[in-house]
């Protein structure tokens, strides 16, 4: 029952950590593009839901400005991304933007 409770515990803790762990360290090449970084940080947590969709966006949160803002503070689950900044981070920004389903 220990040995459970145990197994329990650890797996909350991963859960906890979220999906980058170390990820946040990443600082992208000055010409990647905004698929590169996603490709790269994003995916994976972030599974693309289809080929012309990265991911599904509130409307609250389907603006650059907000986009940037959450990768570059992270949130509970997710790491923070700070090294992507200027024009890496609006090249990210617009292709989840332009990728991205908004939900209403």
């Known amino acids: 029952m220990k040995i459970t409770y145990i197994l329990v515990a650890v797996s909350a803790l991963f859960i906890l950590v979220g999906c980058g762990g ?9 010409d990647a593009s905004g698929e590169r970084i996603f490709s790269t940080v994003c995916s ?36 923070a991304f700070k090294n992507i900044q200027g024009e890496a981070a609006d090249r990210l920004a617009e292709y989840i933007l332009t990728n991205s389903e908004v939900q209403q």
Not at 57 to 77: D, H, P, T, V
């Open 22 to 30: 170390t990820a946040n360290d990443y600082s992208p090449p000055a």
């Open 44 to 79: 994976e947590c972030h599974k693309p839901l289809s080929a012309n969709k990265a991911m599904i966006l509130s409307e609250k949160s389907a603006n650059k400005e907000a986009i940037i803002k959450k990768f570059q503070s992270g949130s509970m689950r997710m790491p």
